[in-house]
């Protein structure tokens, strides 16, 4: 069973979001145009109450894009975005739901930022993916989404861990490239770690 994981397609990571991830917007169309080839499909929201610590302003005389220490991690400090209940933490209109079978909520807790959507950054709290996709009998995992180095890097990391087969959708994934070349580290990283990189054209 083939399962097609899709990060974060919300509204605060697009242009014009809290948070936008450059052209976050243009990997919709390619979702949308391979989601039926799969037998399951499974959606993550970053999904942060209003006090969470990797937002800046949640933080004395912090800026965004300094890293600070919180509960033992090293945690980039973000603008606000995806706050639970609002506008920006909802799943881009133009993103087809039809096909998605479940939805996991990840980053609820205040203290601990959570990238992956299978477990938080500090491994101590589990989606309920895993189960899922277990229990589905789901062996082969596509992750899509926003962004690359960041949520998407580290649920393909996850799943790869999990014991799935694991690959990335290139072409359906964007990045925020703090430094320019961290997107393309994120996908050697990724290579390293024995994860597939496809095309969308290759799914059929
Ligand atoms: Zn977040």
Request: net charge negative; charged share 25%.
């Amino acid at each position: 069973m083939r399962a097609l994981l899709i990060i974060d397609v919300q509204n605060d990571f697009i242009p014009g979001g809290a948070l936008q991830v450059p052209e976050g917007d243009h990997i919709i169309p390619i979702i949308n145009n391979i989601s039926s080839k799969f037998d399951v499909v499974v959606a993550t929201k970053d999904w942060h109450p209003i006090e969470h610590k990797s937002f800046a302003k949640n933080h004395k005389k912090k800026e965004i894009g300094e890293i600070v220490e919180l509960n033992g991690l090293p945690q980039i400090l973000w603008p606000e975005h995806c706050v639970e209940n609002t506008d920006g933490a909802e799943f881009v209109s133009s993103l087809n739901t039809e096909h998605i079978d479940a939805v996991f909520k990840k980053g609820t807790d205040p203290e601990v930022d959570s990238y992956s959507g299978f477990f938080d950054n500090d491994k101590r709290n589990d989606t309920g993916l895993n189960k899922f996709l277990t229990l589905k009998g789901v062996t082969e995992i596509y992750v899509a989404g926003l962004a690359t180095e960041y949520c998407v890097k580290f649920t393909a990391l996850d799943a790869k861990g999990c014991g799935y087969k694991t690959f990335l959708i290139e072409d359906a994934t964007r990045g925020v490239n703090i430094k320019p070349t961290d997107v393309q580290n994120a996908v050697i990283d990724l290579k390293v770690s024995g994860i597939k990189i496809v095309n969308s054209k290759e799914i059929i």
